[in-house]
């Protein structure tokens, strides 16, 4: 990426569920083991939050009530946009966008629910992400 390059927009979805557990990406990519929420890239002419339904249906099979912006901020390459989502359909699985198609032993792409007190347990990135999951989660459903 060149300095004067402008960063990829990207909006992503904090998914939480009446047990305290959140939906994670856990991603094997060239023998690297990580979790990231939901999201991807934003279409031309298209909103964080138009995009934020569109990325999690495609990842997750999950269709969602995009709700309150908990974070804007620039990651790496990236100028990030993250959303407190409420599932409103579909069931939990990788989806049939993108991820599906690349799909291979050293690009394994899986959702899974995962309880927020075991957030210290998972390669959450970016790292920023870990206390927002808390602080948001806690508040979540009260």
Same mark, same amino acid.
């Not at 629910?113 to 206390?131: F, G, H, K, Q």
């Given at each position: 990426?060149?300095?004067?390059?402008?960063?990829?927009?990207?909006?992503?979805?904090?998914?939480?569920?009446?047990?305290?557990?959140?939906?994670?990406?856990?991603?094997?990519?060239?023998?690297?083991? *990580?979790?990231?929420?939901?999201?991807?890239?934003?279409?031309?002419?298209?909103?964080?939050?138009?995009?934020? %339904?569109?990325?999690?249906?495609?990842?997750?099979?999950?269709?969602?009530?995009?709700?309150?912006?908990?974070?804007?901020?620039?990651?790496?390459?990236?100028?990030?946009? *993250?959303?407190?989502?409420?599932?409103?359909?579909?069931?939990?699985?990788?989806?049939?966008?993108?991820? %599906?198609?690349?799909?291979?032993?050293?690009?394994? *792409?899986?959702?899974?629910?995962?309880?927020?007190?075991?957030?210290?347990?998972?390669?959450?990135?970016?790292?920023?992400?870990?206390?927002?999951?808390?602080?948001?989660?806690?508040?979540?459903?009260?």
């Amino acid at each position: 990426m060149t300095p004067n390059q402008p960063l990829r927009p990207r909006a992503a979805a904090l998914i939480f569920n009446d047990q305290h557990q959140i939906v994670l990406m856990l991603r094997r990519k060239n023998g690297n083991h *990580y979790a990231t929420l939901p999201g991807g890239g934003i279409d031309e002419g298209e909103t964080p939050a138009v995009a934020c %339904a569109r990325e999690v249906l495609e990842e997750v099979n999950l269709t969602v009530k995009v709700g309150q912006q908990v974070l804007e901020t620039d990651n790496l390459q990236s100028h990030e946009h *993250y959303f407190v989502c409420e599932v409103i359909g579909g069931e939990m699985r990788l989806g049939d966008g993108p991820e %599906a198609i690349r799909q291979s032993e050293d690009n394994h *792409y899986e959702p899974q629910w995962v309880d927020i007190s075991r957030l210290a347990e998972v390669n959450l990135v970016p790292e920023v992400l870990r206390e927002l999951v808390k602080k948001v989660g806690a508040s979540v459903g009260k």
